[in-house]
């Protein structure tokens, strides 16, 4: 059983303004097989505090403890998937899957087996021999996904993976993200700033207040799965979220604009797509 602990975690870097304090206190377990969404508006901290979970950056206090053990480094304990998929465009889709677990020494005839299966879970078999540059976006994430899933990471870290795609595509992964997760039982945090995003893959929603990033509220989302975009209990919550996020997101988009602009009535709660804090 896996056990996940951020433990009193701050962050803070230095720019030209002095001090920027990020992150302030952040406390959470995480459950084995949890799926966790870090939702909040735009610099809240929720990439800093992924990539801390992920070793890529440290915390300026506290720590984080898998498995009982202080993360000090990236690991192969922890994947983790970028908006921007990050695949080799020169290599094929299988090349690209089993490109972590070339540099990890596992022997060809493994890896292709293993490469195989996921490119089989992500629906992208018959394309394992396509260039990557000849992919749509939307394929793009599903082979980083395969790839992320060879490594067989109990924790899956995801960092926007669908913000770049439009909205049909987004709706469609977000459905194989669910079944995905049920099949591999994987323990997963994925960050976004979009709250039906949240609401349809989240077990918990870490809601997170800007200046400095901590946590505001936690939701428990008890939902069936899988769960559908638009459909009428999705909403009741997105809603429910929304109000609770009111305060949140006009306090960022108004640090972010001009005192000139103004901020119409509602106009930045309840526009189509339930994002935060982007294309304000
Ligand atoms: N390496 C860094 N050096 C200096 N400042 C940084 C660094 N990384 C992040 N920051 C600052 O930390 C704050 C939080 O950034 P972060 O990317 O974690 O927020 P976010 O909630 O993920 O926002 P977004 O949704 O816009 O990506 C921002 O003010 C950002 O400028």
Request: aromatic share 6%.
């Amino acid at each position: 059983m896996l056990s996940l602990k951020i433990s009193n975690v701050s962050k803070s870097f230095i720019n030209k303004q002095g001090k920027n304090h990020v992150l302030y206190n952040i406390n959470l377990e995480i459950k084995s097989g949890e799926f966790i969404c870090l939702l909040g508006p735009s610099g809240c901290g929720k990439s800093t505090l992924l990539n801390i979970i992920a070793g890529l950056e440290k915390p300026s206090e506290g720590s984080i403890f898998l498995n009982g053990t202080e993360v000090k480094e990236a690991g192969p304990d922890r994947a983790v998937m970028f908006q921007e998929s990050a695949l080799f465009p020169w290599l094929k889709v299988i090349d690209n899957v089993e490109f972590g677990m070339k540099m990890a020494g596992i022997p060809k005839t493994v890896r292709r087996e293993k490469a195989l299966k996921y490119l089989k879970m992500v629906h992208l078999t018959r394309f394992q021999n396509s260039l990557v540059h000849e992919l749509s976006g939307g394929m793009k994430q599903r082979v980083a996904l395969a790839r992320a899933l060879t490594l067989d990471s109990e924790v899956l870290l995801m960092d926007e993976p669908f913000a770049a795609l439009d909205s049909q595509t987004k709706n469609i992964l977000l459905l194989e993200l669910q079944r995905i997760w049920l099949e591999t039982k994987k323990t997963i945090i994925f960050v976004t700033h979009n709250i039906e995003e949240a609401v349809l893959l989240a077990d918990r929603i870490i809601v997170m207040a800007a200046n400095p990033g901590r946590i505001k509220k936690i939701y428990n989302v008890q939902l069936a799965r899988p769960r559908q975009s638009g459909s009428l209990d999705v909403a009741y919550i997105v809603a429910d979220v929304m109000r609770e996020l009111k305060e949140e997101v006009e306090k960022v988009a108004k640090a972010e604009f001009d005192d000139d602009w103004d901020i119409k009535k509602d106009a930045v709660l309840y526009n189509a797509d339930s994002n935060l804090g982007i294309g304000l």
